[in-house]
């Protein structure tokens, strides 16, 4: 609400005036006046407006700590973040003094711009996601850290964190081309507002061994900070990381064993009318439509999924995602049942510990049983974290397993780590079934082994213009083979293969920037293979209704790719629909196993340069959309890309790059890719 709207509610309240005296009415306008104006000017649009003042007047938090004080922020989309923020913690609190401080603070609930110029010692572990982008909890303080950072570049504010000591450590995944660029970006915004480094910007790979990285990075951090004075040493010297393992306490929570009547199993979803708006807030929505778009001539499988959102109060776009909430198949239930030793009908209730010194997270809700529990919030295929098999060790009953275990957690097993469980990414289940004696507690498994299953996010195939009342999903169903040779399902696309029409499953919208261009007249270039066709299908619904009502379109370019015509070409009489009627101009169709010679989309775009070129370079300034593998076709679609930039406009290699990161910065070149 606006000074002046504030001023005539005082005004026009017919409880208010009566009651006070003319001279009281004024001096309490001209006090709001005062008030909102002054608010004005310091909300101004500067990012470092408000850090200023708060340095300068010292507004922030003046309950300080009696010892040096230590933030640990997170921005996480799985949880791992957050994990290592713990482990973080847990590890400092044993090797340093008890007299320092320390606080763990979801990113999302952190007020930067009040406390940030006031911190002593904070690091940051930031996930990074899709095509470059910040987590979801993380996107506020991102966007204001990265711009404050570009106006102290520019000259205000250099030294805004003077004084303010730091360490990032990025998580990300190497086979995409953004690797971990926001911890990049925070770190870079850290430097340039006057904060001072600690350690390295540390960078974690989640296609090899995100835990080993994080392991090094945090033995470089513990150098630097034990020959600093920016914490308080423990006294008689830093204990060895063997002997903060063997003193640290199982992180576990609380079990309580339920039978007979109070053994009585809650539904956390049941006529749930949440919002659906976050994964806090899931709608259990019910199944309308489930198909095969693979004719019986394909080996595989391809779901199409229309989810029923009508009286809801879901809400989306075209080009948003869908997170949803699945369940383990009961074959792995049953395995993990016999693997802990204890009968799936079990039925019991978590609580935390007390005081909760692990850090653990609320557990999940009950009660509940070991059947339920393991099917919906343990993600049991997940690659074993080192950080759980100390718990394991503990549970053993073979001293030479339980050797091997600590072992394989310590610094001198940390090769042995890497090739028997990172690079062929063991899971959890595999190793218990190598260790047959460990048969830990529910509430170690749940507390400090199993991850939390996480929702899985799918591109949105419809647009609310034709389909208000539900959200499609094109799903290809996983099968394969690990490096460790056990058969792989993965879990989302086999748990919808398993449902059938009318069933019901928790799901959310996560909104996206991937969104057609504002003015509809503006050509679109859309590259999509596979499943990666599902935004376009919610892209060319959108035209098809715009259309519909009169407005004009741009033209559009698909580049659809498959393996056979007659097996996995999806959606083929929509797509062949939207050719005739205007909707698409040009469709190019890739079929890499219908002739001899491969042919992939990038291929087919490269026989295309001179009318893509007119398009995205010239002077028609249209958008390019790829959507799908991130590991290869997206990179090679990029490079189709530069090539053809290069050879229609005579630009060298490093001019052509920066051509398109002005794409990529303008919102023209967008990517949605996994």
């Not at 104006?37 to 310091?42: I, Q």
């Not at 959310?508 to 509809?520: A, D, E, G, N, T």
């Not at 599902?534 to 370019?557: D, N, V």
Request: hydrophobic letters at 40%.
């Amino acid at each position: 609400m606006s000074a002046h709207a504030e001023i005539d509610v005082l005004l026009r309240s017919s409880k208010f005036v009566p009651t006070l005296g003319l001279a009281s009415v004024v001096l309490i306008v001209l006090s709001a006046i005062v008030f909102f104006l002054r608010n004005r000017k310091a909300s101004g649009s500067s990012a470092i407006a408000a850090g200023k003042a708060l340095q300068q007047n010292g507004v922030a938090d003046t309950s300080e700590p009696a010892g040096p004080k230590v933030t640990l922020l997170y921005g996480t989309q799985t949880g791992t973040a957050e994990r290592f923020a713990k482990q973080l913690k847990n590890e400092m609190s044993s090797r340093y003094s008890d007299s320092n401080h320390y606080a763990i603070v979801d990113i999302e609930d952190y007020k930067a711009e009040e406390v940030l110029c006031k911190e002593q010692l904070v690091f940051f572990l930031m996930a990074t996601y899709g095509d470059g982008e910040p987590t979801d909890n993380a996107a506020d303080f991102y966007n204001w850290l990265v711009k404050a950072g570009k106006e102290a570049e520019a000259g205000e504010g250099q030294s805004l964190l003077k004084g303010v000591s730091y360490g990032v450590f990025g998580l990300g995944n190497k086979q995409y081309e953004h690797f971990c660029a926001v911890g990049h970006k925070v770190h870079a915004a850290m430097e340039q507002l006057g904060a001072q480094p600690v350690v390295r910007r540390g960078d974690g790979d989640d296609d090899v061994d995100i835990d080993a990285d994080f392991e090094s990075w945090r033995a470089e951090l513990y150098s630097s900070l034990d020959a600093s004075s920016l914490l308080e040493q423990k006294e008689g010297g830093t204990p060895s990381s063997s002997a903060i393992m063997a003193e640290g306490c199982i992180p576990a929570y609380t079990v309580q064993l339920l039978t007979g009547s109070d053994a009585q199993e809650a539904d956390p979803l049941k006529d749930s009318n949440n919002s659906g708006s976050n994964a806090n807030n899931p709608y259990n929505a019910q199944i309308a439509v489930l198909r095969e778009l693979h004719t019986k001539k394909s080996d595989r499988s391809c779901l199409h999924v229309e989810i029923n959102i009508q009286g809801s109060e879901v809400q989306y776009e075209a080009g948003d995602h869908v997170g949803l909430f699945c369940e383990n198949g009961p074959g792995i239930v049953e395995d993990a049942g016999r693997i802990l030793g204890m009968p799936l009908d079990t039925v019991f209730n978590l609580q935390l510990p007390d005081g909760n010194p692990n850090e653990l997270m609320p557990p999940f809700p009950g009660p509940v049983s070991l059947r339920s529990a393991l099917a919906r919030y343990a993600d049991l295929w997940a690659p074993a974290r080192k950080a759980c098999f100390p718990a394991l060790a503990a549970s053993a009953s073979d001293e030479k397993e339980a050797a091997r275990l600590r072992h394989l957690a310590s610094p001198e097993g940390k090769a042995e780590f890497s090739d028997w469980v990172g690079g062929p990414r063991r899971s959890l289940l595999e190793v218990m079934l190598a260790f047959p004696s460990c048969k830990p507690s529910l509430g170690a498994f749940f507390g400090i082994m199993a991850p939390r299953l996480q929702p899985r996010f799918y591109s949105i195939s419809s647009s609310p213009k034709q389909h208000p009342n539900s959200i499609h999903v094109t799903c290809a169903v996983v099968i394969d083979t690990t490096a460790t040779g056990r058969h792989h399902e993965g879990v989302c696309s086999n748990y919808l293969k398993r449902m059938s029409v009318g069933d019901r499953i928790p799901i959310f919208v996560r909104h996206s920037s991937f969104k057609l261009p504002k003015q509809m007249g503006t050509p679109i270039v859309m590259v999509g293979p596979g499943t990666g066709l599902a935004p376009f299908r919610g892209f060319l619904q959108e035209r098809a209704a715009l259309l519909k009502s009169g407005i004009q379109l741009g033209p559009a370019y698909l580049f659809f790719g498959c393996r056979k015509k007659s097996q996995d070409y999806i959606y083929e009489q929509e797509l062949a629909m939207y050719s005739r009627n205007g909707v698409l101009q040009k469709l190019f169709v890739a079929f890499s196993r219908d002739a001899a010679d491969k042919v992939y989309v990038q291929y087919q775009m490269q026989q295309q340069a001179t009318d893509i070129a007119e398009v995205l370079f010239k002077e028609q300034g249209g958008h390019v959309y790829v959507c799908g593998d991130a590991k290869r076709m997206a990179k090679d679609v990029h490079a189709a890309l530069l090539d053809m930039l290069q050879s229609t406009s005579g630009l060298s290699s490093r001019d052509a790059e920066e051509k398109m990161k002005d794409l990529v910065n303008s919102s023209r070149y967008q990517r949605d890719v996994w």
